[in-house]
């Protein structure tokens, strides 16, 4: 695999040594905003959306053989870890032409593009969007990502006959208002199977153990089970497994500032470990 980059929508980092069943995808580390956002809230709020990081923190993926897929764009421009159905009818200038169907967090205003952000809700535009805009998104961010995502996938499972894939993520320490666990002081690290659905339980409980060997607090599915791409892409019953990791953002920066911590060097050091760990797991199951 060579590594590829389609400008301000994604990258790949391919492997730096022999290849492995094993893939990484960061969907919200992206910061490359696209001239046509023009959002109304303040850029501090839209920022603080970002897995800010997470791209980095996960960095050494392709030096133990693991293709490592980024998105560039921002996730409340549109977000890739959405069904391209989640309109967001309260978004539009009209109506939307064909079937929609948002998700909870739509109602939240986190459908796949953004309509709120911040811990108070504040508005992202001072506008409606018309279709032809979203449609846009669709096309240039969604598709490809996803297009990306699948090859991957087929690929690997093509030439190992099974794959194991991590959809990587970061959380604000304490649960926000909207949260189902609103005000409560989250895990260092929440594993999402989707309660045992996109990946085996041994892959699951592998990856906590070896994260509660270093030291951490671990949750599985509470407060986060995983959205659209590990659902779209984890299927256990013909070897294709997908496994969503938050990493509580109060181990490695600052969540104001978004600057990296004293924990930073740790933290990505313990996640390396982890990659090295959960490539060893795949190999030992082919």
């Given at each position: 695999?060579?590594?590829?980059?389609?400008?301000?929508?994604?990258?790949?980092?391919?492997?730096?040594?022999?290849?492995?069943?094993?893939?990484?995808?960061?969907?919200?580390?992206?910061?490359?905003?696209?001239?046509?956002?023009?959002?109304?809230?303040?850029?501090?709020?839209?920022?603080?959306a970002e897995d800010t990081h997470i791209d980095d923190i996960y960095g050494a993926a392709p030096d133990h053989g693991a293709p490592l897929l980024l998105a560039l764009f921002p996730r409340a421009y549109l977000d890739p870890n959405?069904?391209?159905?989640?309109?967001?009818?309260?978004?539009?200038?009209?109506?939307?032409?064909?079937?929609?169907?948002?998700?909870?967090?739509?109602?939240d205003g986190h459908g796949l593009i953004w309509r709120l952000v911040g811990a108070k809700g504040s508005a992202i535009y001072d506008r409606k969007l018309s279709v032809g805009e979203i449609k846009a998104r669709i096309e240039r961010?969604?598709?490809?990502?996803?297009?990306?995502?699948?090859?991957?996938?087929?690929?690997?499972?093509?030439?190992?006959?099974?794959?194991?894939?991590?959809?990587?993520?970061?959380?604000?320490?304490?649960?926000?208002?909207?949260?189902?666990?609103?005000?409560?002081?989250?895990?260092?690290?929440?594993?999402?199977?989707?309660?045992?659905?996109?990946?085996?339980?041994?892959?699951?409980?592998?990856?906590?153990?070896?994260?509660?060997?270093?030291?951490?607090?671990?949750?599985?599915?509470?407060?986060?089970?995983?959205?659209?791409?590990?659902?779209?892409?984890?299927?256990?019953?013909?070897?294709?497994?997908?496994?969503?990791?938050?990493?509580?953002?109060?181990?490695?920066?600052?969540?104001?500032?978004?600057?990296?911590?004293?924990?930073?060097?740790?933290?990505?050091?313990?996640?390396?470990?982890?990659?090295?760990?959960?490539?060893?797991?795949?190999?030992?199951?082919?």
């Amino acid at each position: 695999m060579m590594s590829e980059f389609l400008s301000g929508v994604l990258e790949v980092a391919a492997p730096r040594g022999a290849p492995v069943p094993v893939f990484f995808d960061s969907p919200h580390s992206g910061t490359d905003y696209p001239v046509d956002f023009r959002p109304a809230a303040a850029m501090s709020l839209i920022r603080k959306a970002e897995d800010t990081h997470i791209d980095d923190i996960y960095g050494a993926a392709p030096d133990h053989g693991a293709p490592l897929l980024l998105a560039l764009f921002p996730r409340a421009y549109l977000d890739p870890n959405r069904d391209e159905k989640d309109i967001d009818p309260a978004l539009l200038d009209e109506a939307w032409p064909g079937s929609v169907s948002p998700g909870v967090k739509t109602q939240d205003g986190h459908g796949l593009i953004w309509r709120l952000v911040g811990a108070k809700g504040s508005a992202i535009y001072d506008r409606k969007l018309s279709v032809g805009e979203i449609k846009a998104r669709i096309e240039r961010y969604h598709a490809p990502y996803h297009a990306r995502m699948r090859s991957i996938v087929d690929g690997l499972h093509a030439m190992f006959g099974a794959v194991w894939h991590v959809n990587c993520h970061s959380m604000q320490a304490i649960g926000g208002s909207t949260a189902p666990d609103a005000g409560k002081r989250r895990a260092d690290f929440v594993l999402g199977d989707r309660d045992g659905t996109t990946c085996h339980a041994d892959f699951t409980a592998a990856v906590a153990e070896m994260l509660r060997r270093m030291g951490y607090r671990v949750a599985i599915n509470d407060p986060y089970k995983g959205v659209e791409l590990v659902r779209r892409y984890g299927e256990p019953a013909r070897r294709r497994h997908s496994l969503q990791i938050e990493i509580n953002r109060s181990l490695y920066m600052d969540e104001d500032t978004l600057e990296r911590s004293a924990g930073y060097g740790k933290l990505k050091a313990d996640v390396e470990k982890m990659i090295a760990g959960i490539v060893g797991f795949a190999k030992a199951r082919l």
